[in-house]
């Protein structure tokens, strides 16, 4: 039977029921702070949901910058993907270990390399396991894939993007980290940027977007949350964050509310609270 997605989320009942569809290929994209002392390739050699390939966010990147897993090339994207068996008309269903948190990240990835169907799994390998669902440490061989990366700038944003934008104004800017270190408060945790936010942006923390069980908040509260930062879901909008992938829980909120052509700004605060003479509000 043809599989059907028309929202950036499926469910862990769904899948579950589409383990062991031919066109369907899981990705574990599990990837943490520095603080939270976790190593996520070893938990996914411990245990992983069956069939699952494990994504490495630091190395499929653009190794070549000074800034973190910024974008790699859509070239090295292709190779890689090829080699963990994923390949063109295949559903791609993507999880991370906290619930929600790096999952997005890959998503976005997918999409800004011209690739729609790629969803979240809602909740993660934290519900999942909640559940009691099957996991394995089993360790895949798949045959290599053909696929196509064909990079589609609307979804992305850098540096030069964003300065226009402080004289234009075009766009909103919604930057997903906690308050603290939005308002200058609080240290970041890699050494050596700056503190503080893009001038003009507003501060709607991806964690609020997140239940306790590691889902994404409903329909309803989404837009709450969204309207209650002063956000205006009619105007386009660009997510930025630390370094590119709390953005993305912002960016994954706003397509499941129907504002499916947000920007991330790659380089985030990573970038701008490097480059010196940007300017800074706290």
Same mark, same amino acid.
């Given at each position: 039977?043809?599989?059907?997605?028309?929202?950036?989320?499926?469910?862990?009942?769904?899948?579950?029921?589409?383990?062991?569809? $031919?066109?369907?290929?899981?990705? +574990?994209?599990?990837?943490?702070?520095?603080?939270? %002392?976790?190593?996520?390739?070893?938990?996914? !050699?411990?245990?992983?949901?069956?069939?699952?390939?494990?994504?490495?966010? !630091?190395?499929?990147?653009?190794?070549?910058?000074?800034? @973190?897993?910024?974008?790699?090339?859509?070239?090295?994207?292709?190779?890689?993907?090829?080699?963990?068996?994923?390949?063109?008309?295949?559903?791609?269903?993507?999880?991370?270990?906290?619930?929600?948190?790096?999952?997005?990240?890959?998503?976005?990835?997918?999409?800004?390399?011209?690739?729609? !169907?790629?969803?979240?799994? +809602?909740?993660?390998?934290?519900?999942?396991?909640?559940?009691? =669902?099957?996991?394995?440490?089993?360790?895949?061989?798949? &045959? $290599?894939? #053909?696929?196509?990366?064909? =990079?589609?700038? @609307?979804?992305?944003?850098?540096?030069?993007?964003?300065? #226009?934008? *402080?004289?234009?104004?075009?766009?909103?800017?919604?930057?997903?980290?906690?308050?603290?270190?939005?308002?200058?408060?609080?240290?970041? @945790?890699?050494?050596?940027?700056?503190?503080? #936010?893009? $001038?003009?942006? &507003?501060? *709607?923390?991806?964690? %609020?977007?997140?239940? +306790?069980?590691?889902?994404?908040?409903?329909?309803?509260?989404?837009?709450?949350?969204?309207?209650? &930062?002063?956000?205006?879901?009619?105007? @386009?909008?660009?997510?930025?964050?630390?370094?590119?992938?709390?953005?993305?829980?912002?960016?994954?909120?706003?397509?499941?509310?129907? #504002? +499916? %052509?947000?920007?991330?700004?790659?380089?985030?605060?990573?970038?701008?609270?490097?480059?010196?003479?940007?300017?800074?509000?706290?």
């Amino acid at each position: 039977m043809p599989l059907t997605i028309t929202n950036p989320l499926v469910t862990t009942e769904w899948l579950a029921a589409h383990l062991d569809a $031919p066109d369907v290929r899981i990705i +574990d994209a599990s990837w943490y702070l520095p603080t939270a %002392q976790r190593d996520p390739k070893a938990e996914f !050699d411990a245990e992983h949901i069956p069939g699952a390939a494990f994504f490495d966010i !630091d190395e499929i990147a653009d190794t070549s910058s000074p800034f @973190p897993h910024m974008l790699p090339s859509p070239e090295k994207f292709s190779s890689r993907v090829r080699a963990m068996g994923i390949g063109d008309g295949m559903r791609i269903v993507v999880y991370d270990g906290a619930g929600i948190f790096s999952a997005p990240r890959v998503w976005w990835m997918f999409r800004v390399m011209g690739f729609a !169907d790629v969803v979240v799994l +809602d909740g993660g390998m934290k519900k999942w396991k909640a559940e009691g =669902r099957p996991v394995s440490d089993e360790r895949l061989r798949p &045959s $290599p894939r #053909h696929f196509t990366a064909r =990079r589609t700038a @609307p979804l992305v944003r850098d540096l030069s993007a964003m300065l #226009h934008n *402080l004289d234009t104004c075009a766009e909103q800017v919604v930057d997903a980290r906690n308050g603290r270190r939005f308002r200058g408060q609080e240290a970041e @945790p890699r050494p050596g940027l700056s503190s503080g #936010h893009i $001038p003009g942006s &507003s501060n *709607l923390p991806s964690a %609020q977007l997140v239940n +306790d069980d590691g889902t994404l908040k409903s329909h309803n509260e989404l837009v709450r949350l969204f309207d209650d &930062s002063g956000i205006d879901l009619k105007k @386009p909008i660009v997510t930025t964050c630390g370094s590119g992938v709390s953005a993305c829980i912002l960016a994954l909120g706003l397509a499941v509310i129907g #504002h +499916d %052509q947000t920007a991330v700004y790659d380089g985030s605060w990573a970038e701008w609270g490097a480059v010196k003479g940007l300017p800074i509000e706290v």
